[in-house]
C-alpha cells in the first residue's frame, strides 16, 4: 500500500471539510475555501479530526492516484490554515522589481518593463529592490506564478544573472579563456 496514501490528514480547529457528492471536496479555513474534484475509484471519509483517503482496488492507476489525491488533500488544509511562499531573488546589474498596487513592474534587462498584476488568490511582497516574495493558499498556483515570473529572465550559468529560486543553486560555467 501507498506509504503517503494511508497516512491520515490531521484537520485543525477552524478547518472544516466537506465531503460531497463524487468526491467533490470543499476545505474551509482562515485564510480562504479550496474546492476540488478527485478520482470516484478512491473513498475519502472523515473520520473525528482526520481525513483518510482508502482506495477500491489494487489497478496500477488506482495505486497511483491513491499517494496523489491524499498529498493533494494534505495541501488544502495546509494552504487555508497556514499558505504557501515562493521567495524570488534576482541577481544582475540593474534588474530589479517594484510594486505599486497590486501590479509588480520587473526591469530584468529587457528594452521594455514587464508587469505582472496579482490574482487567482496570489498576492506579491517586495521586501527589497531584488526580492520577490509570491504569497497564496493554492500551492499549486503559487508554484505556476512563481515559474512564470522566472521564466522573463532564467539564471545564465555564466554569470548568475537572472531570476531564480532563493534556495536554487547555479552551477556556473568556465566561460572563454584568454591567451
Same mark, same amino acid.
Given at each position: 500500500?501507498?506509504?503517503?496514501?494511508?497516512?491520515?490528514? *490531521?484537520?485543525?480547529a477552524?478547518?472544516?471539510? /466537506? #465531503?460531497?457528492?463524487?468526491? !467533490?471536496?470543499? &476545505?474551509k479555513?482562515?485564510?480562504? %475555501?479550496? *474546492?476540488?474534484t478527485f478520482?470516484?475509484?478512491? /473513498? #475519502?471519509?472523515?473520520?473525528? !479530526?482526520?481525513? &483518510?483517503?482508502?482506495?477500491?482496488? %489494487?489497478?496500477?492507476?488506482?495505486?497511483?492516484?491513491?499517494?496523489?489525491?491524499r498529498?493533494?488533500?494534505?495541501?488544502? &488544509?495546509?494552504?487555508?490554515?497556514?499558505?504557501?511562499?515562493?521567495?524570488?531573488e534576482?541577481?544582475?546589474?540593474?534588474?530589479?522589481?517594484?510594486?505599486?498596487g497590486?501590479?509588480?513592474?520587473?526591469?530584468?534587462?529587457?528594452?521594455?518593463?514587464?508587469?505582472?498584476?496579482?490574482?487567482?488568490?496570489?498576492t506579491?511582497?517586495?521586501?527589497?529592490?531584488?526580492?520577490?516574495?509570491?504569497?497564496?493558499i493554492?500551492?499549486?498556483?503559487?508554484?505556476?506564478?512563481?515559474?512564470?515570473?522566472?521564466?522573463?529572465?532564467?539564471?545564465?550559468?555564466?554569470?548568475?544573472?537572472g531570476?531564480?529560486?532563493?534556495?536554487?543553486?547555479?552551477?556556473?560555467?568556465?566561460?572563454?579563456?584568454?591567451?
Amino acid at each position: 500500500m501507498s506509504r503517503i496514501g494511508r497516512m491520515p490528514i *490531521a484537520v485543525p480547529a477552524g478547518v472544516t471539510v /466537506t #465531503i460531497g457528492e463524487g468526491n !467533490a471536496v470543499t &476545505v474551509k479555513g482562515p485564510k480562504g %475555501e479550496l *474546492a476540488q474534484t478527485f478520482a470516484t475509484c478512491l /473513498t #475519502i471519509k472523515q473520520e473525528g !479530526a482526520e481525513v &483518510v483517503v482508502t482506495r477500491d482496488s %489494487e489497478e496500477k492507476e488506482v495505486r497511483a492516484l491513491h499517494g496523489l489525491t491524499r498529498a493533494l488533500l494534505s495541501n488544502m &488544509v495546509v494552504g487555508v490554515t497556514e499558505g504557501f511562499s515562493k521567495k524570488l531573488e534576482i541577481v544582475g546589474v540593474g534588474y530589479k522589481v517594484e510594486k505599486t498596487g497590486n501590479k509588480l513592474t520587473l526591469s530584468l534587462g529587457h528594452s521594455h518593463p514587464i508587469y505582472v498584476e496579482e490574482g487567482d488568490g496570489v498576492t506579491f511582497e517586495v521586501p527589497d529592490l531584488n526580492t520577490i516574495i509570491v504569497k497564496g493558499i493554492d500551492k499549486q498556483v503559487v508554484g505556476a506564478v512563481a515559474a512564470k515570473i522566472r521564466s522573463y529572465r532564467k539564471p545564465e550559468p555564466y554569470h548568475g544573472k537572472g531570476v531564480k529560486y532563493s534556495d536554487e543553486h547555479i552551477r556556473r560555467k568556465a566561460g572563454k579563456t584568454g591567451k
